[in-house]
């Protein structure tokens, strides 16, 4: 099967940086995604990381460790409308995509 | 305008009723699937699609039912054996060459069962 581990919540103060972890334990690993969630609202999608290395795109980058399994976000320039949730994914057996528990991060004045 | 809609927002419903959850996307995209999430927790997969008549098993299948008839459309039913069916219910669509790791979510559904 597949299980990730997130930390609950992290909080960080406008323009700070910030970084989020995901470590993860799966039968067969092909890649792992990076989503967003404010309350009340749907899952968007952040980035996904298929090798080793870095992503980045604009102030969000995310970085994949495969021999470690694992992979953070890093969020640069915080601002008060990243407050949200973020979720990290995988993709097990066919399509059958499990989700992280969750960070909520809490953007600060 | 492309994305995914689902209607209603909020659905209430009496214990022991069925009722299915619409999603429709206009996206083109090949796989379609339903997720359902507790306050405070993560995504759970229910059921997913990849192409138009055939669909697999998530994680949490028991109780619920799909069809997909129509590239478009993948109705969610929420039958009266799923035990405890309020949650939030998210519908999702991705293009094929994404393989599933950029999903698209409908606004979702929340449904109340008393």
């Known amino acids: 099967g597949q299980s990730l581990e997130q930390p609950s919540e992290v909080t960080a103060v406008e323009g700070a940086i910030v970084q989020i972890n995901c470590t993860y334990q799966t039968s067969g690993f092909y890649g792992l995604s990076w989503y967003q969630q404010h309350d009340g609202g749907a899952p968007t999608f952040l980035s996904y990381?298929?090798?080793?290395g870095l992503e980045e795109t604009g102030r969000f980058s995310s970085f994949l460790s495969r021999s470690d399994s694992y992979g953070y976000l890093l969020l640069q320039e915080l601002q008060m409308k990243d407050s949200a949730s973020y979720f990290c994914?995988?993709?097990?057996?066919?399509?059958?995509?499990?989700f992280g528990p969750g960070t909520r991060l809490s953007v600060l004045p | 305008d492309g994305g995914i809609t689902q209607s209603p927002k909020y659905l209430f419903r009496k214990e022991g009723q069925n009722v299915t959850l619409s999603c429709e996307q206009n996206l083109n995209h090949d796989a379609m699937y339903w997720y359902r999430q507790d306050p405070g927790q993560g995504l759970r997969l229910i059921y997913y699609s990849q192409i138009v008549n055939d669909f697999q098993k998530g994680d949490i299948a028991e109780g619920y039912s799909v069809s997909r008839e129509k590239k478009e459309s993948f109705p969610l039913t929420v039958t009266s054996a799923q035990k405890n069916p309020t949650a939030f219910y998210l519908c999702a669509s991705s293009p094929r060459e994404s393989r599933g790791y950029e999903q698209y979510f409908g606004p979702g559904t929340r449904l109340t069962v008393t």
């Open positions: 990381n298929g090798l080793d």
């Open positions: 994914a995988v993709r097990g057996t066919g399509q059958n995509f499990v």
